[in-house]
């Protein structure tokens, strides 16, 4: 199988405090996990790429300051929100890909409110 | 820029029936095309990946097929069922850039 895991599933922060989320995948070596997020009834808007052992690679306009990324092994990435405000409040998603793989396995996701 | 859009937005429909989600792609060099299961507050689940030197995937009920030259996938549901009732999405692999870039998706619903 293919499982990734992310965690935690749900986590509500005050305003101004950081969060992070982790992504594992449990079974697999991934050398690249993917970030998206997702406002309701919307689809995924990919945020950043992340690889193993180097800097991520962020979409246009999603600021790499506020959504650390870090991947500092083959089976974990994580994400950490910064200095979190209402309007981050939303649903991160994380995915992976076996090494060498194309297809794509994804978390449970994560609903962070920011209150 | 490589969008994806998917039709209907929404589908109501009563159990038993044969559907098909439609998505379509501008940018039609892609690598790959991969159908997904999402429900309410939930991550997706993978249905069917269609390589691009493919037409088609099935797996059980479902039947997914791919014209590339066109820009067009299709999820085929035979007899479906109240628990097929979820949002289903496609994303295409643009190869080089190696992202998942998701359509607008089909919110689905099976009632008895």
């Known amino acids: 199988g293919a499982v990734v895991s992310q965690h935690p599933s749900r986590v509500i922060c005050k305003s101004g405090t950081s969060v992070k989320i982790e992504c594992r995948s449990l079974d697999f070596q991934a050398t690249t996990m993917f970030w998206y997020r997702q406002f309701p009834k919307q689809s995924l808007m990919l945020m950043a790429t992340?690889?193993?052992?180097?800097?991520?690679?962020?979409e246009q306009g999603v600021e790499k300051d506020k959504f650390l990324i870090n991947h500092a092994s083959l089976t974990l990435s994580t994400l950490t929100v910064t200095s979190a405000h209402p309007e981050d409040s939303s649903f991160y998603i994380c995915?992976?890909?076996?090494?060498?793989?194309?297809?794509?396995?994804f978390g449970q996701g994560t609903r962070l409110t920011v209150v | 820029k490589q969008e994806v859009t998917q039709i209907p937005a929404a589908l109501s429909v009563p159990e038993g029936e044969n559907l098909v989600l439609n998505c379509s792609f501008t940018d039609s060099a892609i690598y790959n095309l991969q159908w997904f299961r999402q429900d309410p507050g939930k991550g997706l689940t993978s249905l069917l990946l269609?390589?691009?030197?493919?037409r088609e995937q099935t797996s059980g009920r479902l039947n997914a097929s791919l014209d590339k030259s066109s820009g067009r996938s299709t999820l085929y549901i035979a007899a479906s069922q109240p628990g097929d009732s979820a949002t289903y999405l496609c994303a295409v692999n643009g190869g080089n850039t190696d992202k998942l870039i998701f359509g607008t998706g089909t919110r689905l619903q099976v009632f008895p």
């Open positions: 995915s992976a890909r076996k090494t060498g793989g194309k297809e794509a396995f």
């Open positions: 269609i390589q691009s030197s493919q």
């Open positions: 992340s690889n193993e052992g180097s800097k991520a690679t962020y």
